[in-house]
């Protein structure tokens, strides 16, 4: 223990003044032979541009800022020590003025030269220092130009940091030390000190593309105080008393020194707490975070010295050192690659603004260092697309979006399992643990959301799952996946992939020249990828119908093409232009249909591409950037997320909005396609009134789309007659009669086997245990309807599939425990029809009141000879007269008019058995006039038709079992349908 009282009096033994000396002379040495190469008008620049070509100026530069260093703690040191020891009564009056004002100057000797370097984190640290300044009453605002001058000129700045603060300083040090020179011992070490450090350390520049900004280490403390304190003149309050407690301290009486002195120690160690808390303990926005959790890494702020340039510095690389964002880069020195779109040119935003490393070196290693391959992937966009002089507000909303969260898929899939309470909570799929529901996402479902990695070089393909922002703006040229392709096949490339090659004596592949482009091109295959599964919404709008045939069943049609001669179109990896269903699409002659085969394996059936494919239409023609990237706010379901409304575009009552009242995202993708057409206004949405700003309205009120692909213009037309007039269909959905189509899954199967070989796709892995489907049965057909509530409140009908009707056995935690589901679930399957569906097939289809599929069959009972005759629903007339007795018929069925002799009732006969589990049809979401409650769904604001909603939609039905849906009193039905009843005649015979 006296060992270690004796170590720590002995510390204080040390020479801190001489020490602080020695060091302030040789950051002042150092300084003027850094100045030779330091441009004061283009400060940044030219601190990028010897960082890059002037080794020399390196390591002064870096001598200089650790001798200033050493010369700011040792001072402290120093301080603390006169006080420990009360050798300030020793000190003259003058003097000691003279060294409490030394303080100030010291502090701003230090900023001042921060503040030089004019990186984003200098130009904050200006505007802090300026404000604080500024709040001096009286004569802050003429203290600030003394000091700072005006920014964005940093002359008075490098004057007074180079000469008049530091003959200043220079002065009161030598009278206080009352020594020109120290101890050559002492100089020798501190210049050690400084040269080890200088030669191992670079402190590097702020590049302002990282959204976190801090001060340097000794300010930090400084900015999380006005953190808590929102009175910066406070700040400027306690600085004042502060000094002059410390100029008094030697006036005082011993005992109240005592105390001041203490009063210093403790504010002392809140300050450093409060300078560790704010640059280890703070990210982004200033909020708290824990260090190995903060994206911005203070190790990146002193990076080792590169070492050796690795080409020579000769007249034609300085002249590819361009200036780029304020700065030199390195990077294209080397890299001379083309191919880029004009927003991503190199020439424009550097190499480093998306793949980081260091810019500010010619070292291939140390350039390499810490680089991003891949940029655009969410776990780094904060780095990359992301940075304050990029996208930082899109990138911020796209982590919020449904298609990061997977809010949704999260919510019901443990909603099936019976570990949530209801199908519509907010989750995150990155939040997810390893529950029976969350094992079983992690397995089968988690690859499908933008924060999934992307970690190959590849073209996006159907395959492709997630990548951030690549996921939708990466693209290939021809030339550029060629030169991909040879190199991935090379032996370098492969082994760039980690794949193990022989030594080959074939010629080197050099690195590809064409650089990919993350652009706005983005087509229907950047989306294929994942809503090509679940609700299929990709191979919907294509046409294309998911079955449960093979691939090798394809293979015995003798007029199937030969796959197996096309490998490397059908993995999309050749010609990107070459579409894959080129090539896996086939046409079965014998029986006329044509299939397409996936790259997955799975096989698909041509049905009827939507009526927006058939224009030419892509997914992004009517999807806005605002809900496709989403709006910041976190939402529960996808539906939650759209703003886009069929009838935004497709009504006689268009909102609109012109270029000068856009928003800024809106005006810059008008201003890259340019869509701009003088004398037009945008169409833009019901909701939050945003703009397509691929249309435009003309002076006379013509409305058009161009698709922004392809640049074709086409007109939009306005709904037609029926669908707005009358109240018969004021509560329908646009969709709910134009969708043509929809597949419906009516039956699986799923098991958890613990021995099988599984991949966890959150976590890219291979792991032991696997959850096992097996689908039963796929069908096409109109889909089911049922009613949805609106943001407002209004019910809607709406369309709806089978989401889950699934049988789950064998479960990961409890093998002996099974679960059934029946869940419809809403959609707008994209299969869009031009002319609409017919009346027929919402009010004489069991499918679409949910019964499932079969027939419903509409009985005439003549009440004198008992005698039926069967009218079969939806697409067969008068099928058969039988004779019934009259204890047959349900009670409730008598006709509604009491003068005739004949009564009528709806009998329903399922296609599939009933399952065991709930006495259902297998593909049915209700009972037949039965209803169920909102747990049938997989919303909380949807539901199927109540008993009397059926009766209403079946008694047209029975209308229409005699009377064409063309007919005069169907028309007048659609206007009021009440109006009609009152008019049967006495052949109209209509169940109650």
Not at 155 to 161: A, G, P, R
Request: net charge positive; hydrophobic share 35%; aromatic share 10%.
């Amino acid at each position: 223990m006296k060992d270690k009282i004796g170590l720590f009096y002995r510390f204080w033994d040390l020479p801190f003044g001489n020490i602080a000396t020695a060091s302030f002379i040789i950051a002042v040495l150092s300084g003027v032979l850094l100045a030779l190469p330091f441009d004061v008008k283009n400060p940044y620049e030219s601190i990028s541009f010897f960082l890059i070509v002037n080794p020399s100026a390196v390591f002064f530069r870096n001598v200089h800022y650790w001798s200033a260093q050493i010369f700011l703690m040792f001072t402290v040191l120093h301080i603390v020590d006169h006080l420990r020891r009360k050798t300030e009564y020793k000190i003259k009056d003058g003097v000691w003025l003279r060294l409490t004002v030394s303080l100030l100057i010291s502090f701003y000797v230090m900023l001042s030269g921060f503040i030089l370097k004019a990186d984003a984190d200098s130009q904050q640290a200006f505007r802090i220092f300026e404000a604080l300044l500024n709040e001096i009453p009286l004569i802050g605002k003429s203290i600030s130009l003394t000091l700072l001058g005006s920014e964005g000129d940093l002359q008075i700045i490098y004057v007074n940091h180079i000469a008049t603060a530091t003959v200043i300083l220079s002065v009161i040090i030598i009278e206080h030390s009352r020594i020109i020179w120290p101890r050559l011992s002492i100089f020798t070490y501190s210049l050690f000190a400084s040269i080890v450090l200088g030669y191992i350390f670079t402190p590097m520049l702020h590049d302002g593309l990282h959204p976190v900004v801090k001060g340097p280490w000794y300010f930090v403390g400084l900015q999380e105080i006005l953190h808590w304190i929102s009175y910066s003149q406070l700040v400027i309050l306690l600085t004042f008393i502060f000094m002059l407690l410390f100029y008094f301290i030697k006036k005082f009486p011993e005992q109240i020194s005592s105390y001041i002195k203490k009063l210093f120690a403790f504010a002392g160690l809140l300050y450093l707490i409060l300078t560790i808390i704010g640059y280890y303990f703070r990210g982004e926005n200033w909020e708290f975070v824990l260090p190995w959790n903060n994206s911005y890494k203070f190790i990146s702020d002193f990076t080792p010295q590169s070492g050796f340039a690795d080409i020579e510095i000769n007249d034609e690389s300085l002249q590819s050192l361009k200036t780029i964002m304020g700065r030199k880069e390195g990077c294209i020195v080397c890299h001379k690659m083309n191919g880029f779109e004009s927003s991503h040119n190199p020439e424009v935003i550097g190499c480093y603004s998306c793949h980081r490393g260091n810019a500010f070196t010619l070292n291939k290693n140390a350039a390499h260092a810490g680089m991003i391959l891949i940029p655009g992937n969410l776990n780094d966009a904060h780095l990359t697309c992301g940075t304050s002089q990029c996208h930082s507000d899109i990138f911020s909303r796209v982590n919020n979006s449904i298609m990061s969260t997977l809010s949704g898929i999260v919510s019901v899939n443990r909603y099936v399992f019976d570990e949530s309470n209801s199908p519509t909570m907010l989750n995150h799929i990155k939040d997810i643990k390893h529950s029976d529901a969350d094992s079983h996402l992690r397995n089968l479902c988690a690859s499908c959301h933008l924060g999934n990695e992307k970690t190959d070089w590849k073209m996006i393909d159907e395959l492709s799952r997630g990548g951030g922002c690549n996921a939708c703006h990466l693209n290939y040229s021809n030339e550029a996946i060629q030169q991909l392709n040879n190199y991935l096949k090379s032996p370098r490339g492969m082994a760039s992939q980690k794949v193990k090659v022989q030594k080959s004596n074939e010629s080197k592949v050099d690195f590809p020249k064409i650089h990919p482009q993350l652009n706005l091109n983005i087509s229907d295959n950047h989306c294929f990828g994942c809503h090509s599964r679940s609700g299929r919404i990709s191979t919907n709008y294509e046409g294309w119908f998911e079955t449960l045939l093979a691939e090798d069943e394809l293979k015995l049609f003798s007029y199937a093409r030969n796959f197996d001669s096309h490998p490397e179109f059908i993995s999309g990896s050749e010609k990107p232009k070459q579409k894959l269903s080129d090539i896996s699409q086939v046409q079965l002659d014998n029986n006329k249909k044509e299939y397409r085969l996936l790259t997955d394996g799975r096989v698909f059936q041509k049905i009827q591409d939507d009526v927006h494919h058939k224009a030419g239409m892509e997914c992004i023609d009517c999807h806005i950037a605002q809900e496709v990237m989403g709006d910041g706010n976190l939402h529960k379901h996808k539906e939650d997320q759209v703003k886009i409304q069929c009838t935004d575009c497709h009504s006689r009552n268009i909102n609109s909005i012109s270029y000068n009242e856009l928003d800024y995202e809106s005006k810059k993708i008008i201003d890259i396609r340019k869509f701009m057409r003088p004398g037009t206004e945008f169409i833009s949405t019901k909701n939050d009134n945003i703009a397509f700003t691929n249309s435009y309205i003309t002076e006379t009120g013509s409305t058009y789309l161009i698709t922004k692909n392809k640049k074709d213009s086409l007109t939009i037309k306005p709904p037609a007659f029926v669908c707005t007039e009358g109240k018969s269909h004021k509560r329908l959905s646009c969709n709910s009669c134009h969708t043509q189509w929809v597949s419906y899954c009516v039956g699986c199967h799923t098991t958890y086997d613990k021995n099988e070989e599984g991949f966890d796709l959150l976590d890219n892995k291979e792991i032991k245990g696997s959850w096992i489907e097996s689908p039963s049965d796929f069908y096409v057909d109109y889909p089911a309807l049922g009613v949805r509530k609106n943001k407002s409140g209004k019910e809607i009908i709406d369309t709806f599939i089978p989401g889950m009707i699934i049988t789950m056995e064998n479960l990961k935690s409890d093998k002996n425990k099974k679960i059934f589901k029946r869940l419809y679930a809403p959609t707008f399957s994209h299969t869009i029809n031009k002319n609409g569906r017919s009346c027929k097939s919402c009010h004489n289809n069991p499918l679409a009141l949910g019964y499932g599929k079969g027939e419903l069959i509409y009985i005439i009972i003549d009440g004198k000879t008992k005698r039926q005759t069967e009218l079969v629903s939806a697409s067969k007339t008068l099928v058969k007269s039988v004779e019934i007795q009259k204890r047959d018929l349900p009670d409730g069925s008598q006709v509604r008019n009491l003068n005739s002799n004949y009564t009528g009732r709806w009998t329903f006969t399922p296609h599939f058995d009933a399952h065991k589990e709930d006495n259902l049809p297998k593909d049915a979401w209700i009972g037949f006039l039965q209803t169920r409650d909102v747990s049938s769904t997989t919303r909380t604001n949807t539901r199927p038709f109540t008993v009397e909603e059926q009766k209403r939609i079946l008694l047209v039905g029975a209308c229409l079992t005699c009377h064409d849906e063309n007919s005069k009193v169907m028309k007048e039905s659609l206007v009021d349908f009440e109006k009609i009843l009152k008019k049967v005649s006495v052949k109209c015979v209509l169940p109650r």
